[in-house]
């Protein structure tokens, strides 16, 4: 069975950097469209940043120009490369993965991602 495990949270300062990294055991990256959600206490998951089996990428407004999603097929790892990270980035954030047959689609509902890893903590203090 398919485990998306995570790494790289942590507690950082505002205007400081994390990388976070998700690697699906069992399978690889051309299996699946990849994503990462966060989720705030008392406030509901949302969609941060997903790429494609194709590479197609796409980010929330509330991240673009400071975060970067990426993946590296020979290490079979996805990153979430977070810069000048605020307050409200503060959540648990979680990979996650939806079939493949989704890539392409100009829109991929948040109930396809059918997979995802146990979450890892971000925590940014003003």
Do not use: H
């Not at 197609?56 to 991240?63: E, H, I, L, P, W």
């Not at 409200?88 to 993965?97: I, P, Q, R």
Request: glycine share 10%; aromatic share 10%; charged share 15%.
């Amino acid at each position: 069975q398919v485990q998306l495990v995570e790494s790289g949270g942590g507690s950082v300062q505002s205007g400081g950097s994390l990388r976070l990294s998700c690697a699906p055991s069992g399978s690889t990256f051309s299996d699946y469209c990849m994503a990462w959600f966060r989720q705030a206490p008392g406030k509901e998951r949302e969609l941060v940043a997903s790429i494609d089996s194709i590479g197609n990428k796409r980010y929330a407004d509330s991240v673009k120009g400071r975060f970067t999603i990426s993946q590296d097929n020979d290490k079979n790892t996805l990153y979430l490369q977070m810069n000048s990270l605020k307050a409200e980035d503060t959540a648990m954030y979680y990979c996650a993965a939806a079939s493949a047959l989704w890539s392409g689609a100009s829109y991929i509902p948040d109930n396809a991602y059918n997979l995802w890893g146990q979450g890892t903590q971000v925590t940014v203090s003003s």
